[in-house]
């Protein structure tokens, strides 16, 4: 008995797309295989490098020939949980622009829609609601994703919504990476000075106690928090251990995206109106781009970001959805689409910033993003010959397997349709 033996092996795939460890290069392998032990990546490449690992006792084989194998998707930006939804917001919004005619035609529109909803629900319906959504977005390839609070703008509803996070990451196979976004906004029915005194003594003490969350994120933009604002609760935040993320430069450019890079935060996100100048400082900074070509799309949005600029100042940039009642899209694939046709990215491009570009984005490329000796077994199988026919097929999903930490979670039968395994 071979005691170094792999419990499963994935054989003869037309393309090992082991991803990008320097976050430029995509390295592909041509017939290739992968071992897996326990959690972990034990040997990747040609057959002789793996073959040797299998034992016809212990060793599972899948056979993966004319499949493209790949990283999990590394989804750095949702808003996984929520109540209800906008739809009648969103259809209304595709042949009506002006705000006065949706106020007389009685249609609500706004997150304020989404926080009452979000209030209203139990954490037992907030959780069965994003399971569901959860669920598609593993069939769809995504293995790990970062859930935002921020539909609940109270004491109360924002740790209803971090709970539900951690029920999700603990019961769910895929990794849910927490983060608080009290800072969404402001609610109704409090005074903006008011809430922002109960963001910092109030919300994020209690935040870090309960242990919900990593990351601590704010909105800085023209008619949001300013920059001033942003870094004073964003330092509150890193005073009771969260580290800080921001959402700016999405509608104006105030200054997050410079107060991004003097605080070297692990990412700054939407970035459709930074200027080059801020560009070159996160860049210098290290600090990640994360762009949701999804949003912009679903709002049409007057400004798309900039990715060749980003691309010339060598800016690491990452790709998510940000799933959320504007933008309700579960597909990864469909993310990668329209980034390559919108923005000028290329496949390869496209495909390392959905996987280690989001994995870096979280401050996690050490385990996740790319398949290499000693990184989880985060993996998918793609039915397709080569990795180009990601972007190529429109609309569809291409996924017959996904792997989480070894385990395989994801079995696509073409006569049976998705099974959880």
């Not at 100048?277 to 860049?283: D, F, G, H, N, S």
Request: proline residues 5%; hydrophobic residues 40%.
């Amino acid at each position: 008995m071979n005691r170094e033996a792999a419990d499963l092996v994935l054989a003869n795939a037309a393309e090992l797309v082991t991803g990008s460890e320097d976050g430029k290069t995509l390295t592909v392998v041509k017939n290739g295989w992968l071992a897996i032990q326990g959690e972990r990546i034990i040997a990747l490449g040609q057959e002789g490098e793996v073959a040797p690992l299998v034992d016809g006792e212990l060793t599972r084989v899948i056979d993966a020939a004319g499949k493209v194998v790949a990283p999990g998707f590394v989804d750095c930006h949702t808003h996984l949980v929520f109540g209800g939804s906008r739809v009648e917001e969103y259809a209304a919004r595709l042949t009506i622009d002006d705000p006065k005619e949706l106020e007389m035609r009685g249609i609500k529109t706004g997150i304020m829609v989404t926080v009452g909803q979000t209030r209203k629900a139990s954490e037992e319906e907030l959780y069965l609601a994003a399971e569901s959504r959860l669920k598609r977005m593993l069939a769809s390839g995504t293995t790990t994703l970062e859930s935002k609070s921020g539909y609940g703008l109270s004491s109360e509803s924002e740790i209803k919504i971090l709970k539900v996070n951690r029920l999700l990451d603990r019961y769910s196979p895929v990794d849910i990476i927490s983060t608080f976004l009290g800072a969404h906004g402001w609610p109704d029915d409090l005074p903006r000075q008011r809430y922002m005194d109960l963001l910092i003594s109030e919300m994020i003490p209690q935040v870090s106690e309960l242990g919900l969350a990593r990351f601590c994120d704010i909105w800085c933009d023209d008619g949001h928090y300013s920059v001033k604002e942003s870094e004073m609760i964003l330092k509150a935040g890193q005073d009771y251990g969260l580290e800080p993320k921001i959402h700016t430069d999405a509608y104006s450019y105030i200054g997050g995206s410079d107060l991004a890079a003097e605080m070297k935060m692990v990412s700054a996100d939407h970035l459709n109106y930074t200027p080059v100048p801020a560009m070159k400082k996160m860049a210098q900074a290290n600090v990640v781009g994360v762009l949701m070509p999804a949003l912009d799309f679903a709002v049409r949005h007057p400004q798309p970001f900039n990715y060749p600029a980003m691309k010339a100042e060598n800016l690491p940039v990452a790709l998510a959805t940000n799933l959320c009642p504007g933008c309700w899209t579960e597909s990864m694939q469909f993310v990668l689409a329209l980034a390559c046709r919108l923005y000028r990215m290329s496949p390869a491009e496209a495909l390392i910033a959905a996987t280690l570009g989001g994995a870096k984005a979280l401050g996690l490329e050490k385990d996740y993003g790319s398949l290499s000796v000693g990184k989880y077994a985060d993996i998918q199988v793609w039915d397709i010959p080569c990795f180009e026919h990601l972007v190529y097929r429109l609309g569809g999903n291409v996924v017959e397997k996904v792997i989480k930490k070894g385990t395989l979670v994801i079995d696509h039968l073409p006569d049976q349709g998705y099974l959880a395994v």
